[in-house]
Structures are given as structure tokens and as C-alpha cells.
């Protein structure tokens, strides 16, 4: 299905036209960068169909028929990071990563990311996400846990992610991932000066100071901007680049061979060495916060153009003229192959059934009752009377002689047996990796028991 071209996509035209390209930061060449020809096209395609998702949104929405358009164009250069890990690494992604979805999913065969995303844009009772609830990168094949809007409340999960990894070992079991997986995190500049953002942050850094495994690599895209008001220049790269516990990386984003090398040097790091690495991305964000963002009104139009010049789409075709892949005339066709795709695929995707009551909305709120007969146990035990914090400590050992993967965690809880004597005795008799003494920082101990659900464990959290 043919589309009049955007006002956003008339600059790529041109640049179509004249032939020419903006030139990346730095002059990789592809043996030198470790990416072949090949690599970089289906990189670019993938950029392609994260850029054509994010435009048709906004024709969708015109027409009454699309509901989400925060967007990830200017970011799709994360396209490259997720070719760099395994599609096993765990991946809690910000939602401006649809091309890393997108490229992940040809790790595997009988993946539909577009469909997915357009069904999710749509708010199809038929996403396979949310259920037509809202637009959430995810994936259960792909390991992408989806993720809510909270800022940053992602962060420290993944932290836990991380740190259950090495906790899998020290039990010598498998959990839900490959003992060796590499957990990915990416977010915004904007959202990196959130407490939960700085929380995780510290938590990852403080717990691989000690010499405990944590293989995180936190991926900042910084686009400069958090809606209207600016991130500080080199405020991130001066907050991190000298961290404890953390290793500093910083790339181009623009740039896909420079993106890339970053990121196998982020991977080896956290895979081989398991400490936690801060990927600094340097990208650009376009067409504003959403459709309904009018950027022109905080942003002066020498600033809309000069972002609109580093289209990362723009870099990415001028790579393939540099390195003589694609003349201008494929570029044109794979761009216009992939609109043509999205087009087709939108408009049997807003065909798809909606929610149509809120009885629908709120099914997967509360689960459906389950009836059952309660039976209590009862022994002699039972009838002298003693202190509730000596028959918790009591049912918590007895829940962990029961259950092996059973893990608790929380300020003090260990060595002291917590404030009020709850878990007195409990590392002692099952370890340190069980009874976990974490820092004081309710928002981490809180992901850090997301995570170890996530990757299998039972947490107890204090």
C-alpha cells in the first residue's frame, strides 16, 4: 500500500535525491568495526521498520485508529546493541526500543514484531503484551520482560536480574536464564537523575565493589531532553564516567558501527569479568515527545532542524554509500518496501477486536477465583503460647528447609537476625546466599526481588 510521504520524512527524500549523506563521528571501517556488509544492511532494515512503525502511529492516530506515539525514532540506533548480546540475555528496555525488539527478533524464526507492535499502537484485545491495555516492548520468547511507564521502576529489577544470575551459581542450579547471561537495561538521560535510576545504580556499583558477580550493562540513550526541560551537557558522562564499581562506555548512537563496537566491548566486560558497565549513548530525539507534543513550542527551530540533520536513518544510508553496499536507488527501495509493509500490516491490525467492556479491562487484574478448602495443621506444638517474632522465625525456617530456592533478603536480616529478631539464626544455618544483608534502599531490595522472582527464585524481601 503506497503513503504520501510525512513533512518528517521529506529530509531522508532529499538527502535521496542529492546523494548526500551526514558523516558519522568516526571513520569505522567494517573489518576494523567486526560487522559485515550483510550486518549492516539487516541492521538498517531493522532501523527502517522501527522508523515506519513510529510514522504510520501518527497516520493511525489521525484516523481514529491508533492510541500510542511515543516513538523511537532518533534511538534506533539501540538496533545494533541487541545484535551484540544473545537474544538468552535478559533485556528490560525502555520504551523507545523498538528497533532493539525488532532485531532481536530475528534471533528466532516464526517472530512478528511489527504485527505485534501495530496490534499494541492499535490497542487490539489480540496484542500479545498488554492485551490492547497499553504499548509495552516485550517478549517471553525474546526474555524481554515488559516493563510499565514508572520511570525508571525497571532499573532496580534488572539490577536483581543481574545479581540473581550469580546467586543461581553459588546454589548450583539453573534458573530461568544461561548461567552466563548478560542482563541488558536501557533508559533515558532524563530518567537516569530519578531516585529509582540512581538507587539501582548505586546498588549495581556497590555490590560488584565487594567482588560480587554482577553482569549488567545499563544502556543510557541520551537524547539531550527529557520533554521539554535539557539535560545538562556532559552532565551524564561526568556523573558515571568515574563510578565505583561501574565501568564507563560511551558511543555514538547515530552511528551504527560505533554503537556496535561499544556494546561487544560492554557484553565481554559484563559476560566475562560479571561487573556491571554503563553503555553511554549518544542519540537524538525526533518529531517530539509524542504525536501530541509540540516541541516547537519550548525548542527554537535552528534546534528542531540541527536534531533533524542527525537523523540516525541518515548516518546509517550514508554508511552503506560510504562502504559501496547499496547505491541510493536500493536505499530508496528498502525504505519504501518497508513502508509498504507496515501500511499493509496496519490496516488489518485495526480490524482486530478491542476491549469492549470494563469487565474485559480489569480480567487481568485479579485472577479468577480458584475455590479451595482451607485445612489447618495442628500438633501440640501449637498450643504454648510464644512471641510472634519466634513463630516467624520459626515458619521461615521451616519454609526454607522445604523450599531450596527460597531466598530472603533486607536491611540487616542477616549477621544482627533483623531489628526485631525475626531471622535470628537463619544465616547462620543457611548461608549468606540465602539470607541476604543488602544496603539500606527500599527501591532496590524491592527490584532486587522482582529480579530473583523473575529469574526463578522465591524471594522474601525485608
Not at 490497542?123 to 516485550?138: F, M, N, Q, Y
Not at 555490590?207 to 521539554?228: F, R, W
Not at 535470628?424 to 544483608?437: E, H, S, T, Y
Request: aromatic share 6%.
Amino acid at each position: 500500500m503506497s503513503q504520501e510521504p510525512l513533512p518528517q520524512e521529506q529530509r531522508f527524500f532529499e538527502a535521496l535525491r542529492s546523494d548526500d549523506w551526514p558523516a558519522p563521528e568516526r571513520a569505522w571501517r567494517l573489518g576494523e568495526a567486526g560487522l559485515s556488509a550483510l550486518a549492516l544492511i539487516e541492521l538498517f532494515e531493522s532501523q527502517l521498520m522501527s522508523r515506519h512503525l513510529d510514522l504510520h502511529a501518527r497516520r493511525l492516530q489521525a484516523r481514529g485508529e491508533a492510541f500510542y506515539t511515543i516513538g523511537s525514532a532518533g534511538h534506533e540506533g539501540n538496533a545494533a546493541i541487541a545484535r551484540a548480546f544473545r537474544h538468552t540475555d535478559p533485556a528490560f528496555l525502555h520504551y523507545r526500543d523498538a528497533a532493539f525488539l525488532i532485531q532481536r527478533s530475528r534471533a528466532l524464526t516464526a517472530q512478528t514484531p511489527l504485527w505485534d507492535l501495530l496490534l499494541s499502537f492499535t490497542a487490539s484485545a489480540e496484542d500479545p503484551i498488554s492485551g490492547g491495555r497499553h504499548k509495552v516492548l516485550g517478549s517471553r520468547a525474546l526474555h524481554i520482560p515488559p516493563q510499565t511507564s514508572t520511570i525508571a521502576s525497571h532499573l532496580p529489577k534488572a539490577m536483581g536480574a543481574a545479581y540473581s544470575l550469580g546467586l543461581w551459581r553459588k546454589l548450583g542450579e539453573a534458573g530461568e536464564w544461561p548461567a552466563d547471561s548478560v542482563v541488558i537495561c536501557s533508559f533515558g538521560d532524563a530518567s537516569f537523575n530519578h531516585s529509582t535510576a540512581q538507587g539501582a545504580i548505586n546498588a549495581a556499583g556497590w555490590t560488584s565493589y565487594q567482588g560480587v558477580p554482577m553482569p549488567l550493562v545499563l544502556v543510557c540513550e541520551d537524547n539531550g531532553i527529557g520533554i521539554s526541560t535539557p539535560t545538562p551537557a556532559g552532565w551524564i558522562e561526568a556523573s558515571m564516567r568515574s563510578r565505583p564499581g561501574i565501568h564507563y562506555l560511551a558511543c555514538d548512537g547515530l552511528d551504527l558501527l560505533d554503537t556496535w563496537q561499544a556494546a561487544c566491548q560492554a557484553e565481554a566486560i559484563a559476560r566475562q569479568r560479571k561487573q556491571p558497565v554503563f553503555l553511554h549513548m549518544r542519540c537524538v530525539r525526533l518529531y517530539g515527545h509524542a504525536g501530541s507534543d509540540a516541541q516547537q513550542a519550548y525548542l527554537p527551530p535552528a534546534r528542531i532542524e540541527a536534531d533533524e540533520a542527525r537523523d540516525p536513518l541518515l548516518v546509517s544510508a550514508g554508511l552503506l554509500r560510504q562502504h559501496e553496499i547499496l547505491d541510493s536507488a536500493a536505499i530508496e527501495a528498502l525504505y519504501r518496501r518497508v513502508a509498504g509493509q507496515v501500511a499493509d500490516l496496519a490496516e488489518e491490525a485495526i480490524r482486530r477486536p478491542k476491549l469492549e467492556s470494563a469487565e474485559e479491562v480489569m480480567a487481568s487484574i485479579v485472577p479468577p477465583a480458584r475455590p479451595g478448602r482451607a485445612q489447618a495443621r495442628r500438633d501440640e506444638r501449637d498450643t504454648t503460647p510464644a512471641p510472634m517474632a519466634r513463630l516467624l522465625n520459626q515458619a521461615l525456617q521451616r519454609l526454607m528447609l522445604r523450599y531450596p530456592h527460597l531466598v530472603m533478603a533486607g536491611e540487616d536480616i542477616g549477621r544482627k537476625g533483623g531489628v526485631y529478631g525475626v531471622t535470628q539464626r537463619l544465616q547462620a544455618q543457611f548461608g549468606p546466599q540465602r539470607v541476604i544483608d543488602t544496603l539500606l534502599d527500599e527501591q532496590s531490595i524491592l527490584g532486587l526481588g522482582i529480579g530473583m522472582g523473575q529469574s526463578g527464585l522465591v524471594p522474601i524481601v525485608e
